[in-house]
């Protein structure tokens, strides 16, 4: 293995990262934008109106987006081990 192998499944995992993760931070910026807005326009200055709304959406996302985080994960885990064996097999002849 050298650097170009480790840089390359460097890169492929910190895409990996945001794409699992992209949908439920833009969904928290939306809402917590949203509560933002609301609590301005009505002056409303309540502390947990901002948590308890952003944590019902984002269980919601999380609950829709499973199904597409964990084919991400496992297409990810497939390919880093079949480069593993790739690379074991390699590296023994």
Known sequence: MNATDVLEISREAIWVMLKISAPLMLMALVVGLVISLIQALTQIQEQTLTF?????????VFVLTIPFMSTTLIEFTRELMAKAVGIGVGGAG
Do not use: C, M, Q, T
């Open 52 to 60: 308890v709304p952003k944590i019902l959406v984002l269980f919601a």
